[in-house]
């Protein structure tokens, strides 16, 4: 699409002021300061038409969505947000949609403090695609790796799971909507709110971190895999969405377990942070649950009341089981 239109367009809806010390939209690149004692944190997500949203989504869901997702992957890391581009690809240039779309792009944009200084928009006749890349900073050695758990860590999760699943669920029509249930789940599907003070936080503090995309046990499975260790969770610790409450049980631990689209924070941590970690949530009002713990080997256990291994469910365990683990 270069036409006079690509370039109307990009100063219309994506040319925002850039903060002083940078260099935003308009040049072949944006400039961005990098803070002595520093590691820049970069982070790329594309979000595709049919496939990781709706056609007919709100499009200033979307934009705030588009941006929350990839802020998601700075918090797990621990790193402080300081700029993103955007590439789009759209159909057509439909000026309803793109004005909503860069609200809620900026919306977030404004409020996590991360300026969009550029990107690239192109015309896809197949459908809308956006790719967001985000870049933050991280003091040096202090990342949250996911290869950095240590055996005998706690685990900790913020937040409630599985209502992002359930409202998905409800909206693919693979459960049957429940208005009440539906309007109580739907803000965390489409307005995840990364944990990006908590996640700064914790760098320095805990050991190893993700956010949660895929569902609790796909993503934990990527930090015991690349720690080389298992874990035990212990299942009535995990800390359900209360819009979950009432559900067929067999559903409910599926969808707390496996459901993903959450973007919570999971995170390990020595056992001497315990009161450190609950006081930084208290402070920042991030509630936090310690679910289990990291052991040797690599089996990820969720055991129940007594200590029994619960029975694999459907979903998002059979990933796991794919990838080797009982
Ligand atoms: P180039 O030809 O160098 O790729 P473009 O014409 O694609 O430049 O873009 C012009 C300027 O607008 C660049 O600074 C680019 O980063 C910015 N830009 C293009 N599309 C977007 C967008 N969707 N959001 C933010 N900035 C954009
Ligand atoms: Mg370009």
Redesign the pocket.
């Known amino acids: 699409m270069r036409s006079d239109s690509?370039?109307d367009l990009?100063a219309r809806y994506?040319?925002w002021p850039a903060p002083a010390g940078m260099l935003g939209?308009?040049?072949?690149c944006?400039l961005l300061p990098v803070s002595h004692g520093f590691q820049m944190a970069v982070s790329s997500d594309m979000l595709v038409e049919g496939q990781h949203f709706f056609a007919d989504v709100d499009p200033a869901d979307l934009g705030y969505k588009a941006l929350a997702v990839n802020l998601s992957d700075l918090a797990a890391m621990g790193a402080r947000p300081v700029a993103c581009?955007?590439?789009?690809s759209i159909p057509r240039i439909d000026h309803d949609w793109l004005k909503a779309f860069s609200e809620g792009f900026q919306t977030l944009s404004r409020q996590a403090q991360c300026p969009?200084v550029?990107?690239?928009?192109t015309r896809n006749p197949a459908g809308v695609v956006i790719s967001v890349t985000v870049m933050g900073e991280v003091r040096r050695n202090h990342a949250l790796r996911r290869d950095a758990a240590k055996v005998g860590d706690d685990i900790w999760v913020t937040g409630h799971l599985g209502s992002a699943e359930l409202a998905l669920r409800m909206l693919q029509g693979r459960l049957p909507a429940d208005a009440a249930r539906l309007a109580a789940a739907r803000p965390v599907l489409e307005r995840p709110w990364p944990r990006l003070r908590f996640g700064q936080r914790l760098a320095g503090m805990a050991h190893a971190a993700l956010d949660i995309s895929d569902g609790l046990l796909q993503d934990l499975g990527h930090i015991l895999r690349a720690s080389q260790c298992g874990a035990d969770l212990t299942f009535d610790r995990i800390p359900a969405a209360p819009v979950l409450d009432g559900l067929d049980e067999a559903l409910r631990r599926d969808m707390i377990l496996a459901g993903g689209d959450c973007y919570e924070l999971c995170f390990t941590a020595s056992p001497k942070r315990r009161e450190q970690i609950q006081a930084t949530a208290r402070l920042l009002d991030v509630p936090v649950s310690r679910i289990g713990v990291v052991v040797r080997g690599d089996a990820l256990r969720v055991l129940d009341a007594d200590d029994n291994p619960l029975p694999h469910g459907p979903g998002g365990y059979d990933h796991f089981r794919a990838a080797g683990t009982p």
């Open positions: 690509e370039f990009i994506f040319s939209v308009g040049d072949d944006a581009t955007l590439a789009l969009l550029g990107g690239d928009t």
